[in-house]
């Protein structure tokens, strides 16, 4: 099982990305997914998650200004993070945990079975 996340770049305060994760060897249709984000000196912490049917989830520091989406034909998830903010720079890894297993709660990494390596978001003023 393998999870790439991608899309990470440099954008100015305001400015918008899109981060996939793309998985390999589990099928995403019957996963919940999350991501969540290290800044530099700091744990990693939760930005947001999809239920395998389709329910989301997001840290309040984000609600309103990032959306969380799948493509299960594709096997990938998409993390839509507009109206970035300086304190939003950090290395952003996606996570997956199979859907049937019970006792999910998404803001928990040890919740999750596979991670994917992470991808830089640098956001400048």
């Known amino acids: 099982v393998q999870l790439q996340a991608s899309g990470g770049g440099s954008v100015q305060a305001g400015g918008s990305l899109r981060l996939s994760c793309a998985a390999s060897?589990?099928?995403?249709?019957?996963?919940?997914v999350g991501w969540f984000r290290q800044a530099p000196g700091k744990e990693r912490e939760f930005v947001a998650a999809?239920?395998?049917?389709?329910?989301?989830h997001f840290a309040e520091s984000v609600e309103g200004r990032f959306t969380i989406t799948r493509d299960n034909a594709k096997n990938t998830v998409y993390l839509q993070m507009n109206a970035l903010k300086l304190e939003d720079t950090a290395v952003y890894y996606c996570?997956?945990?199979?859907?049937?297993?019970?006792?999910?709660?998404?803001?928990?990494?040890?919740?999750?079975?596979?991670w994917g390596q992470g991808t830089q978001v640098t956001v400048s003023s």
């Open positions: 996570a997956a945990r199979n859907g049937l297993r019970i006792g999910y709660e998404y803001r928990v990494m040890t919740n999750y079975d596979y």
């Open positions: 060897g589990v099928p995403f249709s019957r996963s919940h």
């Open positions: 999809i239920r395998s049917g389709g329910r989301t």
